[in-house]
């Protein structure tokens, strides 16, 4: 099936490197579902799995003003109906994640900089946070990543809807914290483990003190 300029999904992936992430805008027009190529993100092959194995994020336009969405939002463009029923296993909104696009001071031409709106001043933010988290932990795969982002995501917005508002608004201090429980060693690599938090100040100040001791 032909998508966008006369790609598919499957070209894509072909040149997706496993700890590779990409960053597509989601559309600035007044629509409730995303242009493409942003309809990769969902696509499936015929066992049902994700052609883009989850490595793309679809960067929607949040309004830190007016606390909105500025453009297209994350309804769902559906790609197999059976009985008049969308069967998609994954939907747009499970791809789709808000970061600020309202008046960014962004490089223009000649060397200038200029105020600029759009989804497309919104995907650099994402691109950042991906580059971030991989830079933290680079053992991780950039399905792995991409997940980082949608579940520390900020859902907490006014009218949250997930057929909106996606996964969320980006929340890279929450991304680039532990996500559940921390299990740790504080005596040593054969030591007790103790289960943790970030706010477990005594636990960290340990693990601090092994890791300059070299264990």
């Given amino acids: 099936t032909w998508y966008y300029n006369r790609e598919t999904p499957q070209a894509w992936a072909n040149v997706l ?9 989601a559309g600035n027009s007044a ?5 493409n190529p942003a309809t990769f993100a969902s696509a499936t092959d015929s066992t049902g799995k994700l052609i883009l194995n989850g490595q793309m994020i679809i960067a929607g336009n949040w309004n830190s003003t007016s606390n909105t969405i500025t453009g297209q939002t994350a309804g769902h463009v559906c790609k197999v109906m059976v009985n008049n029923a969308c069967t998609d296993t994954y939907r747009t909104s499970d791809f789709y994640l808000l970061a600020p696009g309202v008046a960014i001071n962004s490089t223009y031409l000649n060397g200038t900089y200029k105020e600029m ?3 497309s001043m919104a995907a650099p933010a994402i691109s950042g946070a991906v580059a971030v988290v991989h830079q933290l932990w680079p053992y991780m795969k950039g399905d792995q990543i991409a997940q980082v982002l ?21 929340d890279l201090d929450k991304a680039t914290q532990p996500i ?16 943790v938090d970030r706010n477990d100040r005594e636990a960290m100040d340990a693990l601090g003190k092994r890791r300059a001791k070299g264990d």
């Fill in 150 to 170: 949608f579940k520390t995501a900020n859902k907490n917005l006014p009218g949250y809807n997930k057929e909106i508002h996606g996964q969320g608004l980006l």
């Fill in 17 to 25: 490197g496993k700890e590779m992430v990409l960053v597509v805008a």
């Fill in 31 to 35: 629509l409730p579902y995303v242009s």
């Fill in 117 to 119: 709106s759009g989804s």
């Fill in 180 to 195: 559940g429980t921390l299990g740790i060693s504080t005596t040593g690599r054969t030591g007790v483990v103790r289960r």
